[in-house]
């Protein structure tokens, strides 16, 4: 969707199409995890998510009826990975689909003999590649407004379509140029291991140690929403983010506690 929508079209966009100035100070001064971020950072983050809302469809399902007001509680969380990158990393698909609370996912999955069984699972979020984003309105708007230290379900499953520009979620997303493949599979690698070791008191959500893909996702939610606390455990992996979303919430935190 977003492969019309190049650097020559969006001031068009953003002059035709600028979300509600009242909503957007509205929501910028509530939500925790804008905080901390500079004015000029705010003025960023805001003309990506025009584009995004613009580009994207918010469909409610199960009698849901999606407002202005949560698209962009969506969209402010969902383009804050991608400030220092660009709205092409969101490209090759187009619909949030929108629960009012958790879901029930039902899939044919093989045990270790081969045989398959269906498996259903409650889920709060859930992304596929080339395909929509789901999420739980529920799910959603309490981690944007009582937020839990590694806990975003939009950060989340947005982290998972960038992991996807791959071809597939495997901890693995596009890398900078400017970044070495080797340095960041041993740093992650290290980090996952050391996740996996310590399952009786995880420092970490356990649930990252379900599989490569939910480890980024997972680190992912710390980086945005427990900094200090991915730093403190795992440092090595916390530069490695910094490396790849190219920005710095840690230190975001600190300018602004001594501001």
Not at 26 to 40: E, F, G, K, M, T
Not at 125 to 149: C, K, V
Not at 153 to 182: C, Q, T, Y
Not at 229 to 243: A, G
């Amino acid at each position: 969707m977003f492969g019309w929508l190049k650097k020559p079209f969006r001031p068009l966009v953003l002059k035709r199409h600028p979300v509600d100035d009242i909503l957007w100070q509205q929501l910028s001064q509530q939500l925790p995890l804008l905080l901390n971020l500079p004015p000029v950072e705010r003025d960023k983050l805001r003309k990506w998510v025009t584009l995004f809302i613009h580009a994207k469809t918010f469909t409610g399902v199960q009698g849901l009826v999606v407002t202005d007001e949560m698209r962009l509680i969506i969209a402010i969380q969902a383009c804050l990975p991608i400030l220092n990158l660009d709205l092409e990393y969101y490209d090759g698909w187009i619909e949030i689909v929108i629960y009012p609370g958790h879901f029930k996912v039902s899939r044919e999955v093989p045990d270790h003999n081969g045989l398959i069984h269906n498996e259903e699972r409650i889920l709060s979020g859930e992304s596929w590649s080339q395909g929509p984003l789901i999420l739980s309105w529920d799910e959603a708007y309490t981690d944007s407004f009582q937020p839990r230290p590694g806990h975003n379900v939009i950060i989340h499953e947005f982290s998972h379509k960038l992991d996807m520009l791959n071809g597939r979620a495997n901890g693995m997303p596009p890398l900078h140029p400017s970044m070495h493949r080797e340095q960041w599979t041993d740093s992650l690698s290290r980090g996952y291991a050391t996740l996996q070791h310590h399952l009786d008191d995880p420092a970490i959500n356990r649930y990252a140690s379900t599989n490569p893909a939910e480890y980024f996702a997972v680190i992912s939610e710390y980086f945005f929403t427990a900094p200090a606390i991915l730093i403190e455990h795992q440092p090595e992996v916390y530069q490695q983010l910094v490396l790849f979303y190219r920005q710095d919430p840690r230190a975001r935190q600190v300018l602004a506690a001594n501001a």
